[in-house]
């Protein structure tokens, strides 16, 4: 075994303090400080009592667990929409594509991200709402009699959580993609393998890590979005982080607020290791 | 062309060209592969070799011309369902599966039985002379059984061509000598027809029936490699294939095939024409001659009968066991010669610096007519 020396030593704690700082300071301290919040119950004002209380009422009132219910059936088939449509872009950009047009169109993924996700949403609004271009075309063509609305609803919601995500699924995909042996898919079809047989058997297993972390990035953000689902869908958009928002803000009930907060953090970290344990990935192997 | 005349061949390629944009890769090239040969395809880095086999496999389609497999055009076929399979440059084994199910792919592929596949695979396995590798991982073989399993995967598809680009390429030099042996084995086993490209002239010559020298997108020469060793055709193949020392000279008289003709450096031999232009007096000349063809003694009187003499100092000795070599310089001119030591013993004790005389034929003394081809190789 070697023998680290104290200058090594010094100069790790170093490199590493900012992260250990921010994982301190950003993460950990305000999760335990939620945690104790969420923990205790007001009995009388200023006096509180350690109670389960705030858990409680989230299985007990319908509205909070089909409202999260609903946020994570919403998130999961966003994240399925968007790996549906990142991948053969992914594809393309990674193993057709070459030069010029590889690097601009890798650009163009990343161009929306420019703008900041409030004036991007109410971009979508203007293209949406009764009054906006969408509308103003189909009465145009005279596919509609009168303004159509297309704000307010599911699929509205969606369209923008998929927009939202997109770039975060094609950046792992492109990156796994990229490092797949063009010579892999030629042996295959030299073999006798069809398009789909070789996307099944070689393709996929190979970018099987960028699509875990892909998907985990995309659900995990499109769960706690409130901006996109609050914006497009309005006032039914019903998301959890509107939940966790009116309880801290609306109603100042900042106990019930931290409950949903670590209620959302430990049943979506649930939903992703059921996801894992289904498709048998393990998070070990998307980091390499 | 009938049906009859094909069924000899597995492969004819008849005037293949492949052009990219400007810059023509393969350039009419036409060549049968008798049903199975061991065919080879030689020539230096990026003189087309890939590309011509990529054709071949339907990665690429020519530019123009015809392939036909089995007496059928392949043109607009595509790789998947042609009867060729590829060992690729890089092998290209696949290393989400296991050795197994990297060799069973192409049965799978065709829909066979799971216990066909099974005793396929086993029996495969074994012929390559790995019969427990089946449940290894890729990265757990070594370069060489990579190799072996690379050519498994395609063999037990048996298909009617097999081309390998350069599948030798990555293993080290004593790996190389042995799978080189094996590998002409194999094919004398199994039977099946082989294309193999190559840069390496002793992979060539060791293991083909036929080999095809190429450069420059063209084929120099196609022959057995006797031929190829002895009668070159081209000052391109006489260079490439085999050790030579090489000069570029002038014809001063030219009777029939033989040649009076000096060197650069003033020196006067003897040799004959070869190949196809037709040598001019006082036309430029590219000159080559075997290291193993020249004679060499310590007394003078020896080389009374050789067309050639030369009496000389040796320069250097390069010994390489059964090699072995000597650098000779010329008395008279500088002009320096490699020869080949003969390995009975009689010059174990050569020196630096020792005088030796050397003598040749005419016969072993080919004259090409200069073309600048010859500089490439
Ligand atoms: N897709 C392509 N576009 C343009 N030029 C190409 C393309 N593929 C090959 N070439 C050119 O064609 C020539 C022959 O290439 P090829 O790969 O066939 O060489 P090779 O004989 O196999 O060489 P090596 O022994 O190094 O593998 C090279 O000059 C190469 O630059
Ligand atoms: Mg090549």
Redesign the pocket.
Known sequence: MERVSAGTKLTVLVLFAPFILWMLLLVILPHIDLLTISLRERVAPRVYEFSFKNYMEFFVEPLYWRTFARTAIMSILATVLTLIIGFPISYYIAKIARGRLKSSLFLLCMLPFWVSELVRTFGWMILLRESGIISGVLQWLGLADGPVEMLYNDAAIMVGLVYTSMLFMVVPLVSTLDSLDDGLIEAAYDLGGSTIAILREIVIPHAMPGIVSGCIVVFMLTLGNYLTPTLLGGKDSLWFTEQIYNQFITRFNWEQGSAFGFLLLLLSSAIIWTGLRLTRQRLQDTIK | MNADASAAFDLEVESVVKK?AA?T?VDEVSFTVPKGSFFSIL?P????????MRMIAGFLEPTSGDLRIKGRSMLGVPPNRRPVNMVF?HLALFPMMSVAENVAYGLRRRGAGRAEIEEKVAAMLARVGLPDAGEKRIDQLSGGQKQRIAIARCLVLEPDLLLLD?PLGALDLKLREQMKVELKQLQADVGTTFVY?T?DQSEALVMSDQVAVMNAGRFEQVGNPQALYYRPETAFVAGFVGDSNRWIGAAVAVDGRGIKLATDDGLVLYGTAAGRGQVQSGGSLDVFVRPESIAISRSGKDMESWHNRVQGKVKNLLFNGANSRAVVIDDKTGFELIVALPQTGEFADLQRGETVHLGWSAEQTLCFVHDGAAEAA
């Open positions: 990219f810059f890769a020539g880095s990026g003189c087309g070799k890939t590309t011509l440059q350069e490209i840069h």
